[in-house]
Structures are given as structure tokens and as C-alpha cells.
């Protein structure tokens, strides 16, 4: 509803100063999914999440092997070595939640290769966008795939085409490839751990 009022009130603007003001939008969306370097570091991301997924379950099917052969194990085993092997799980749970928090937290090791390889298309073409509206003299160019809604548009004033020539490309690919979201590794819940805790001495 507040995206609706606004994107009304931003029309009821246009009207007013229409006769002043030049403007223009573009579908960044559509732009970057017709540069193939776009496409090609997008795929390079979805392999390198993959692998880095593999790499953390892996650490979680090893936490779950310890564990399991620790309760198997564990009424046999003197006080000390029922420590030490809770140690070990602890240890390696940790060594999992922190790998899982390098490769995939807010600042983590996929956000940066994203800045590395995205960033710079996406440079491009704001560049490209800036270069056209200050040619073109535009007062402004909206983005038809942010979060503005734009409950109606004149094709005639959509100059993604444009950009995307202007970026020595060939416009066309119309409809937008889906984004599969990954499941990040679920950790492995010790409800035998919890209930048993070590003798401290």
C-alpha cells in the first residue's frame, strides 16, 4: 500500500512537471541479463556457493558420525576419554558454524566475490546510464525493476535497448531467468548431548 501511494503521488508529479522536465526509465534487470560477462559470473557464483555448500556439509556429516559413535561408545569409556570426545564434537561444531559464517555471512567470502565479479558490470551500465541522461539532457531515469512500482509505462520512454547497445551488446532476451535460493546446511541438533553434560571435577 505504501509503495502504491508513492508510485500515485510520483505520477501525479510527472503530470505536473511534465512540460519541464525530460525523463526516461530502464529495467537494469533486463540490461545486465542480456550482457553474456553477467551471465557468465552469475554461473560462476552458483558453482562456487555449491561447492562451498558441499564443503560445510561435509563437516556437519562428520559432526554426525562423531556423535553417533560417541553415544554408542560412550558407557564404555572412562571419564577423562568421555570429555575429550565431547571436546572433539564441540571443536569440530564451532570449526563448522565459523567455516559457515566465512563463506556465506553478511561480509563473508561469496558476498566479496560477488562485489568482484558483479560489481564492475553493474558499474558499467550505471555509467552508461549516467553518460546517456547527461547527452540526452534527462532530469531524470527511473529503474523499472527497483522497488518503484510503476503502475503504468510508455514503452517510447523505456531506453534499455539503448544502454545495452550503447554497452556493444544486442538487446532481446525478454524473459528474466529464475533465481533458485540455496538451503544453507542445517545444523545437526545433540539432544543427547544436551541431556548428558560433563562431570566437572
Request: proline residues 4%; positive net charge.
Amino acid at each position: 500500500m505504501k509503495n502504491l501511494l508513492f508510485a500515485i503521488a510520483f505520477i501525479a508529479f510527472l503530470g505536473g512537471a511534465a512540460s519541464a522536465q525530460k525523463f526516461a526509465y530502464v529495467d537494469t534487470r533486463y540490461i545486465l541479463n542480456n550482457i553474456p560477462e553477467y551471465k557468465k559470473a552469475q554461473d560462476q557464483l552458483d558453482k562456487i556457493s555449491v561447492e562451498w555448500q558441499k564443503e560445510i556439509e561435509a563437516l556437519y556429516a562428520e559432526i554426525d558420525r562423531m556423535y553417533k559413535s560417541f553415544q554408542a561408545e560412550q558407557i564404555l569409556l572412562t571419564e577423562d576419554l568421555r570429555r575429550k570426545r565431547e571436546d572433539e564434537i564441540v571443536s569440530k561444531e564451532k570449526q563448522a558454524k565459523d567455516l559457515q559464517k566465512k563463506r556465506f555471512g553478511p561480509e563473508g567470502d561469496l558476498f566479496k566475490k560477488r562485489q568482484e565479479l558483479v560489481k564492475p558490470i553493474q558499474d558499467k551500465v550505471y555509467n552508461a546510464i549516467k553518460e546517456m541522461a547527461e547527452i540526452k539532457a534527462y532530469d531524470f531515469i527511473f529503474d523499472k525493476s527497483s522497488d518503484l512500482i510503476m503502475l503504468h509505462s510508455n514503452p517510447k520512454f523505456d531506453k534499455s535497448d539503448e544502454i545495452i547497445e550503447k554497452l556493444g551488446y544486442k538487446p532481446g532476451l525478454k524473459e528474466q531467468p529464475k533465481t533458485i535460493e540455496k538451503e544453507k546446511p542445517k545444523e545437526i541438533e545433540k539432544e543427547g548431548m544436551k541431556k548428558q553434560e560433563p562431570v566437572k571435577q
